[in-house]
């Protein structure tokens, strides 16, 4: 079973729109980490935030926001005001205290429209 | 300060011949992973190393796909009788340690073609 399960393949909004990646993740560890990268057309995965699974408020940066809710075992990522330099495949990721991968999503294709 | 930095940055190859690639991690980083990542889709994972200690072999596809890490640094892949399935973009990254709590921090990957 995939520990990390990124439901959308590819997403394309208009440019200013608003949009969500979402990310839903399977774990029994009480310990772990999540985390999302970016991937632009160039291709070097860029970190973006790690969150550790008892920090669950939510976290803003700029255009940025992560809701993360246990309950739900999801960490969606929220992009406001969506700009064509957004356009990127999108991956969410997690990590147990108990091992040592990290488990990537197949990540998300978002494409900005101008 | 630097990044993670492989080479080479692409590689064609013929088909049966080996090949290595080269991952120079973070200074001071003592987790380094490699991945794989055919074109469009995720991160396969492939082998990792926490400092010393034995690596993590257990994503390595095959017998022909080996690993090292020499003096805790530097790590090279080496793919031994290459298969067009090879193809793929080979990522390595580092991280402070290998206990998930730290970032992972990403090379610009190796494009490795098998002809």
């Known amino acids: 079973a995939q520990k990390v399960t990124q439901a959308q393949t590819e997403i394309s909004v208009v440019e200013k729109e608003d949009v969500t990646l979402d990310c839903v993740y399977e774990?029994?560890?009480?310990?772990?980490?999540l985390f999302w990268y970016k991937q632009p057309p160039s291709g070097e995965l860029v970190f973006l935030i790690r969150?550790?699974?008892?920090?669950?408020q939510n976290e803003i940066s700029g255009r940025y926001s992560w809701n993360f809710q246990k309950s739900t075992s999801s960490f969606n990522f929220t992009i406001t005001a969506s700009q064509v330099v957004d356009s990127a495949v999108y991956f969410c990721?997690?990590?147990?205290?108990?091992?040592?991968?990290?488990?990537f999503g197949t990540g998300t294709s978002l494409t900005v429209i101008p | 300060g630097a990044g993670v930095s492989q080479s080479p940055s692409n590689k064609v190859t013929e088909k049966g011949k080996d090949v290595e690639l080269r991952c120079d991690p973070i200074?001071?980083?003592?987790?380094l992973y490699w991945y794989r990542q055919s074109l469009g889709q995720g991160l396969e994972f492939l082998i990792y190393?926490?400092?010393?200690?034995?690596?993590?072999k257990s994503g390595l596809p095959s017998d022909r796909f080996s690993a090292e890490r020499t003096g805790g640094s530097v790590s090279t892949l080496t793919i031994q009788r290459t298969q067009q399935e090879d193809s793929a973009v080979y990522l390595c990254?580092?991280?402070?340690?290998?206990?998930?709590?730290?970032?992972?921090?990403f090379g610009p990957g190796t494009r490795l073609t098998v002809t």
């Open positions: 969150r550790n699974s008892f920090d669950e």
């Open positions: 774990t029994r560890d009480t310990t772990y980490y």
């Open positions: 190393f926490q400092g010393n200690s034995a690596p993590d």
């Open positions: 990254a580092s991280s402070r340690d290998s206990t998930g709590t730290y970032e992972q921090y």
């Open positions: 200074s001071g980083h003592t987790a």
């Open positions: 990721a997690l990590s147990e205290a108990t091992g040592n991968q990290f488990y």
